[in-house]
């Protein structure tokens, strides 16, 4: 359960606060918003990327704003997108030209009030673009009406590095579309996180079970299965992905297995010791792989596993030289 | 219509009524939103509702009940966030900007509902039936149009509508999800209200008990 | 609680086996001990830090090896101690003629099996120097008899950079005792954290009480107080610092706050945000401050407030780029 | 001593009592350390035996007790880790290493016993009282002298050993911890017994039940 706070209607903005000063060297405040940019201000002629979504989810989406990755981000309230008013005024604070390219998961939240800061944006002048990300598998078998979880962090890194080499508006935006069409994720779920100010959690789990397809927001499951060995919990999660791998994308992969918040490093390392023999034997080729918490949920109990099948585009991105709070690559 | 109060305080109040009678079921909101959804649906409302008092407040010495209304409703977008704060914002926001003069009638409010209702079927492309807030809004305003058509003024039509919009809300127990975050788990959400057409139906009762109160006609 | 495992008494092996295939692009396997170190092995004419405890504590040992860091890390059971045997051999492993420096916090486990490991290495004629490090105020009033916490991550960081330019095994040496003098943590715990194949919590907490002065084993703390809001926390970690700050150190500090498991991000920040504003009142001029976990302790809920008093010798050697799993600055 | 079998069957089954022991015991071990310590102790000791017993096993078919007894402490240790990984590892050890020869009287025993004793003090710098697996092993070693001096045969001498055993392993109870991780937490290690202190009784004892059964006099 979430432990430290002073009072549960100041939570957002304490942590904003607090996120401000720790990493002042790398971000700054915007203006009047709620939401953080590169230290400095927007960079000249560079397009920017703004990433957004409700907290409680770190690194996202403020912990990935720096050199080569986001511009900016826009903050909501624990698990509520920011509204349309905060996008509008981040938009504002955070292009320097080029225009905007929007990245977030598809939430119905998220969509309708991107849209209203998209529209409004508009109207000032603001050249803008977005990118709605759908990986998670479990949620839907529509593509585009899948929720977003940890992929957000694979088409961020490519939305940011492509926006911070200078490509255009279209080709950030093009490669942004391009890395959500090719990245998937599936989650696990052993227990439900508790809210700043509340006693309960959002959902519990029996003992001896887990849910499958998670939510990055404290939804529970979409189907509850006896708990699973590490080694059947990761056949499960391959399996899964792959029945749902994009079309003609070749068989080199980046891969995250991504902690949601109590389920931790070690367990994740037993999980991907299994994992990785399963994607080798299924005949991908994993690149770089990343065993970590890039997307969150307060402190919820489970783990999700995506990856962004690569092109020779993807892999430049990925590689690409990048510096925030929570991701560093040289 | 005769009233004693400026229709901008009354409009005020029924701001207020409204954040009265969402932080009275805020615990409960929550629960429902947790059963399918991310819980917060009562903090969100709750800070959206206060956030857009503080600004009825300061928009209501100078202003008509419209202007209040609508300037509530953009406050009350930009406080929430969350799906119900884009939706409930532009709901509100829609018909303070729909309701001209001071001339509050019931058939002005009727034009000025549905014209909320237009705009929040629009840009949450939902349907009756999709287990949301509509499902209390539209039963509700339908009721509404038919007492305003009968000429049942204000405060009379508003209650006489209350009963429709509260079987709408109860009729999303019984309904799957297919709109928002509780979509994605279908049948987990049968035997649930829904959280938007909870608190929405808890926000027209309140405003209901002001306008008897305060409208005499 | 820890869920996932296949069996508990393979556990580590596993993560070992899970951690180097995920990050075999900077580590490899030390051949036959319960250790890695940096890819292609030990770097010629450069002295080796030789990190190490038990796991259960990522990214400490393991998750901060690599340029600029630790040589190699030996990876004992969950909570306990690496062997005098294993630590011999990956001693062995890392040294490049020119001596190692061990690193490790102080318990009495880790201290008999490092000693132990470290005579077995002098035999065979390697030069060997221990740093341990005793960050945990809360664990006694006599500084070298107290545990080693969070600390760790710093003066491991000073070793490495030290180690890495070329310094001597003398002053790599030094470095490190001078940087494990000048640091102090202070940590409080709000739930005990679950081993691998165990159903029961090692402590519990009850409901609104917390402890002060965690372990990073999964002990209690040493006195319980009532839960406290975030801003009465913050005063707390503070005084017990500053009442233990180090002689004539001067007034500029690294600062970690370090989450222990499942005390999340956004609490971390809402913490830090009556802790900078706390630190500034009383003096202390904050340098690149840290909230982030980088000494866990399972799933354990709670956190811990470090800080390192700085030297003009010590910013440099924080400043230097190093590349890990875990830790990456440019 | 007449024995049936040779000593290096004796000292195999001796460790393979000791594992069966610590394992029946895992989770009491894990509870008592979980008070004040990290809850590892029966996982530690358990990991150190069951090492120990495959490599006493092979050792067992080529060596005397004494090498079998010496290879097992050695592998506990490396497999153990941890505190009493170093600790029971390196008594284990230096036990068989001085046990010379194939004579295993209660004389060369006692003998022994105080090397792999005098070197868990020196190892851990911990004296009689300080609430660990001292307070077991030192009036364990007094009294087994004491029978050994008397001339009483090894299997006896150890039986009778093993009341003071149990009572030192008791009076960690009222003990508070000055070495070892619980140290740090003090009082709050009052009243519970020492987890090592326990372990090594456990094992003492099983020890002293394949000795009274296969070393016949
Ligand atoms: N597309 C939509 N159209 C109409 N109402 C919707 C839509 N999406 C969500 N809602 C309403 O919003 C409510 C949830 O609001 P809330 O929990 O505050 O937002 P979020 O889903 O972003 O957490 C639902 O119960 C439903 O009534
Ligand atoms: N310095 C010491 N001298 C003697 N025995 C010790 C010492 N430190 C610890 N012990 C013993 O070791 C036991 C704890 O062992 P264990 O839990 O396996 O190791 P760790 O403390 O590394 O987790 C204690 O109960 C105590 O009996
Ligand atoms: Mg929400
Ligand atoms: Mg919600
Ligand atoms: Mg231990
Ligand atoms: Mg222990």
Known sequence: MTRIWNNPIEFKDQLIDGFVAAYGRIIERIPDASGVRVKGGPVADKVAVLIGGGSGHYPLFCGLVGKGLAMGAVMGDIFASPSGEEIYRCTKAVDAGKGVVYGYGNYSGDVMNFSMGEMRAKMDGHDVRQVVISDDVASSPEFDQRRGIAGDFFVFKALGASAWRGDSLDTVHAFGQHANQRTRSFGVAFGGCTVPGRTEPLFTVDPGKMELGLGLHGEPGVETSEMLPGKDIARMMVDRLLADAPQAAGSRALVLLNGLGSTKYEELFVLYSDLYKRLAAEGIEVYKPIVDELGTSLNMAGCSLTLMWLDDDLQTLFDAPSESAAWTNM | ?217
Chains 1, 3 share one sequence.
């Open chain 2, 1 to 217: 219509m005769d009233v004693m109060k400026s229709q901008a305080t009354i409009a005020t109040h029924c701001i207020e009524a409204a954040l009265a009678a969402i932080l009275e079921h805020e615990d409960e909101l929550a629960h429902l939103d947790s059963v399918a959804g991310d819980g917060d649906h009562g903090a969100g409302m709750a800070r959206g509702f206060r956030a857009a008092v503080e600004r009825a407040r300061t928009a209501s010495g100078s202003g008509t009940a419209g202007a209040v209304i609508s300037n509530a409703g953009t406050e009350f977008s930009r406080a929430a966030g969350g799906a119900s704060g884009a939706l409930v914002g532009m709901y509100v926001m829609m018909i303070g900007s729909n309701l001209s003069g001071d001339n509050m009638s019931s058939e002005t409010v009727h034009h000025a509902l549905r014209q909320g209702l237009a705009s929040v079927a629009s840009l949450g492309k939902a349907q009756l039936g999709d287990k949301t807030m509509l499902d209390t809004l539209i039963p509700f305003t339908r009721a509404f149009g038919e007492a305003a058509a009968a000429g049942t003024p204000l405060a009379q039509a508003w209650q006489s509508a209350l009963p429709a919009a509260r079987m709408g809300m109860e009729s999303t127990k019984d309904m799957i999800a297919s709109r928002g975050r509780s979509a994605v788990l279908k049948e987990r959400s049968l035997g649930t209200q829904d959280p938007g057409a909870t608190s929405i139906y808890y926000v027209l009762e309140a405003v209901g008990r002001v306008l008897a109160e305060e409208c005499k006609p």
